[in-house]
């Protein structure tokens, strides 16, 4: 029970447990204290740290006065007397303590309930306190509650905290705010973690374990980024970000945007014959009249000058013009012109073709596109077979019975196929002796992307065999559908058709299917996707390995350095900018992202190398959040 410096009470008009009491309007119609007390008020908060905590002790008087004074002794010791109200001493005659009191409360930040044995069942002739209409005790509590200050219930005397449902429904919340107790035997350490948790520290002990922490943080925190680092080369070794559905087998976006910006340049020597409708309805079915025509066409594009003819195309099956045919390659072979067929299969190590082709023509190659790894659009450069062990003692290279090279592959002048003695590199040497191309030998995949569903790669790969595979990377649809890389089949075979002596003179001349739905691909260039012709991928293919595009990734120890970069630099942008407001940081942690994109961009157009840029900058980002992270934790974990 509180009391006025006289110990008078004044009564209440309304229970602590209804509607607020007519004089509650009045307490909140303005901000000052009576003039006495204000004053006094204000005098202490001069006097005191800008960050102290306003203090109102709650007490009945018959129940805890004596450990209410003492903890106003203390209290008023450690946080200045003007900070600590009570309302013994404090109230001067003739203030209407009613005001004062809830303004008082308005006024703290902490209200402190000291609960006695004696609090709760304290009565008087009208029954118990509590209930009572002219009770201090509920009002001051409701009234805090109503505010949202924060409650601290102190027990004192051996007091229990009451039961909810033995409070007026206006204070019913007291049983859940946490108590603090007050023991008589160790007074002074309680006080002591009551004043802690009033200015929210942490016990000793819990201060010497924050103080550890953020010494061992500020010690550690310098090696996370080299930490980072192994942490994606190891997600990068199990390929976590492949298993999540995030591409990173070839680095899409890099290469989107390298399709986008820049378009790979186009070798003047490539031109492409594609057969249409108009070819099959004048031809029919492909039988002995496509043959006939076939022959024609080979002696026309000699006489027009063309180096090297290469057929899209897999002959297996006899007819009755393949006399003609084969007559035909033997006078492009005569005059100086290569004749390069395509192979689906093999029978017994032999290409599956009509007699005498493979013996006719200047090579026959793989006749295997149209993959995709992601992004990228794949396809075998060479396979290199192998024979059955006849036993243990043979090396791996004296098992080898086959090097086959593909169309592209050939069509550039590539005749040799040399593998290393590990079995993990594959280079492509020309007749002159000039390296066409050199990369690494892979076990065949059983499947590949194709339109977002797998397929068999190409009947002439098994099991056991190792493929050298190429990224092509594709020029401009428009480029091999417009003149003058372009022809019809009729501009050439239909019997009117000519060329001009010369017109094809050096030309590398790919002739394949061009008919609507007819062997073509789904493949993907810069932002969106289109479908391509076989024909048109091997004329890729071709100008990939003329203009010396090489697509490969970084090598796997500038990989990992990469990475490690990436994840130091998230690291000094968190923090050795500290100072910066967190929109510039932000801004410039999107600069140095779009920084990093464009050279990767630019590495790809100029040189054909990827980066590995999910794991890159994966490192960069985990680097900058978490040693912001630690950063901030370790500046939490200074004591107060």
């Not at 009033?198 to 953020?214: D, H, T, W």
């Not at 149209?370 to 003692?393: C, D, E, T, W």
Request: hydrophobic content about 45%; overall charge positive.
């Amino acid at each position: 029970m509180l009391t006025t410096a006289t110990g008078r009470r004044r009564p209440m008009a309304t229970a602590c447990s209804d509607a607020p009491a007519p004089w509650a309007a009045a307490a909140g119609a303005g901000k000052a204290l009576p003039s006495s007390t204000g004053e006094r008020l204000k005098a202490g908060a001069a006097s005191v740290a800008e960050n102290a905590s306003r203090i109102f002790i709650s007490y009945r008087r018959e129940d805890s006065i004596a450990y209410a004074g003492r903890l106003y002794d203390h209290l008023s010791a450690h946080f200045g007397a003007e900070q600590v109200f009570m309302d013994i001493g404090q109230i001067d005659a003739g203030d209407d303590f009613i005001t004062v009191l809830d303004r008082e409360i308005d006024a703290c930040d902490v209200v402190i309930a000291l609960i006695g044995p004696g609090w709760l069942k304290a009565s008087n002739a009208s029954g118990r306190r509590l209930d009572q209409a002219d009770d201090f005790v509920c009002h001051e509590l409701a009234a805090a509650l109503k505010q949202g200050k924060r409650l601290i219930p102190v027990l004192v005397g051996g007091a229990t905290m009451p039961d909810a449902r033995e409070l007026p429904a206006a204070i019913a919340p007291l049983a859940r705010r946490q108590a603090h107790a007050l023991d008589d035997k160790r007074f002074q350490f309680d006080l002591d973690a009551l004043i802690r948790s009033i200015e929210r520290r942490p016990s000793l002990l819990n201060q010497f374990v924050q103080l550890m922490n953020a010494e061992r943080l500020r010690r550690w925190r310098h090696y996370s980024a080299a930490g980072i680092a192994v942490s994606m080369l190891c997600f990068a070794w199990v390929q976590l970000f492949d298993l999540l559905g995030i591409d990173t087998r070839i680095e899409s976006y890099t290469m989107a945007l390298g399709d986008m910006v820049a378009s790979v340049p186009v070798s003047e020597r490539i031109v492409i014959v594609s057969f249409d409708e108009k070819s099959e309805a004048r031809l029919g079915k492909f039988g002995p009249d496509w043959r006939r025509e076939h022959a024609r066409v080979i002696d026309r594009l000699v006489d027009a000058g063309a180096q090297v003819i290469v057929f899209d195309v897999y002959f297996e099956k006899a007819n009755p013009a393949d006399g003609e045919l084969l007559a035909a390659i033997a006078r492009a072979r005569q005059r100086g012109s290569q004749v390069i067929v395509g192979v689906n299969q093999l029978l017994d190590q032999e290409p599956a073709a009509i007699p005498g082709l493979a013996r006719a023509v200047s090579a026959w190659g793989l006749l295997c596109v149209g993959g995709r790894l992601g992004y990228a659009s794949i396809a075998p450069l060479a396979v290199v077979k192998f024979a059955a062990a006849a036993n243990s003692g043979p090396t791996p290279v004296e098992r080898i019975s086959a090097r086959i090279g593909a169309l592209g592959a050939l069509a550039v002048g590539g005749t040799t196929l040399a593998v290393d003695e590990q079995l993990r590199e594959l280079t492509l040497v020309s007749a002159a002796g000039r390296t066409i191309w050199r990369g690494p030998l892979k076990p065949v995949r059983t499947s590949v992307e194709d339109s977002g569903q797998a397929r068999n790669e190409c009947p002439l790969l098994a099991s056991g065999d190792r493929v050298a595979e190429v990224l092509i990377r594709l020029a401009p649809i428009d480029t091999w559908r417009q003149p003058p890389r372009r022809y019809d089949y009729e501009q050439i075979s239909a019997p009117a058709a000519t060329l001009a002596p010369g017109e094809l003179a050096g030309k590398i001349v790919l002739i394949g299917d061009g008919r609507a739905g007819r062997d073509h691909f789904q493949v993907r260039r810069g932002a969106g996707g289109e479908f391509r012709h076989g024909v048109e991928l091997h004329a890729d293919i071709v100008n990939n390995l003329l203009q010396g595009v090489h697509v490969r990734g970084l090598d796997p120890l500038l990989q990992v350095l990469a990475m490690a970069a990436l994840a130091v630099a998230g690291g000094w942008l968190r923090l050795f900018r500290p100072a910066m407001r967190a929109l510039w940081r932000r801004l410039l942690l999107v600069g140095c992202l779009l920084a990093y994109l464009a050279l990767t961009v630019l590495i790809y157009v100029q040189f054909g190398v990827l980066f590995n840029t999910a794991y890159h900058i994966g490192a960069f980002l985990l680097s900058y959040w978490l040693l912001g992270r630690l950063s901030t934790t370790a500046a939490s974990a200074r004591p107060a």
